[in-house]
């Protein structure tokens, strides 16, 4: 009997991989790119290749942000006026000590309520990343061989590929494809999407990839796996080869996968789901 296999590709973009210069158009490079990322990429676009025709469906997550937005260096300052480097962290009591400040004034209030939100819930302490995944941008885009992939699937299936935009509201981070870290009660792409949830739920097995293992793929499953509860955490499948972690953030993406695990969700290789797609395509 066919299973309902569905494949969730988060945020295979541009500029979270380690492409190589034939990748790269003319003046363009990676914002943030993961080590290991590009042999990820490929390897997820090896899966569609030749197991597409065992998925029901694929799901793609696309961090999508502004210029200006909170987790950017142009949306701070210090003390003096100078600019925040990337991958600064800033906590509720900077604000409150003057240490960093943001370029809007009158935006103080704000964001502390949201900084005394985002530590409360314990998950994350604002980081300042490098801008990346600006809309429109070649960042932006999905890695070309996970794109080019997934089109033939789509051309060959006459289904098209789920896209979930995460990111665009710059008052709240949003690693998660679930929800932001702090949802915006004004917003509602900023809270729990239950479409994407629900297309979830129904699927018999969700095979889960992308980038990056230590923030967006950790944050996005770990919310999929609150909804689910104890009873159907078995259907997650953590594609350890197509995800890798931000440098300095492995042990934070090993914890993950350990936690992940101990709750019941499974582990595999592509090479594993591979044969589980074209055994259920029936080849």
Known sequence: MRRNLHLLIIDPQNDFCDLPPSYLPDNQTPALPVPGAHAD????????????????????????????????????????????????????ADLRAGRYLPRVAAALPRLLHYLDQLEAAGRYQLMIWPVHCEIGSWGHNVHTDVRRAYNRWEEQTLRSVAKISKGSNPWTEHYSAVQAEVPDPDDALTQSNQTFLDCLTSADRIYITGEAGSHCVKATTEHIAEHFGPQHIAKLVLVTDCMSPVSGFE??????????????????????????????AGD
Not at 56 to 68: E, F, K, P, Y
Not at 259 to 265: C, E, K, L, N, P
């Open 41 to 92: 990429m490929l390897r997820v676009a090896s899966l569609i290749e030749r197991g597409g025709a065992g998925l029901n469906a694929i799901s793609v997550t696309l961090d999508s942000h502004h210029r200006l937005d909170i987790a950017h260096p142009g949306f701070w300052m210090t003390a003096s006026g100078g600019t925040v480097a990337p991958f600064t962290q800033i906590a509720a």
């Open 251 to 280: 042990q934070q993406y090993r914890e993950f996968v350990a936690a992940m695990t101990a709750r019941g969700a499974l582990t595999a290789q592509a090479a594993d789901v591979l044969a589980e797609l074209q055994e259920n």
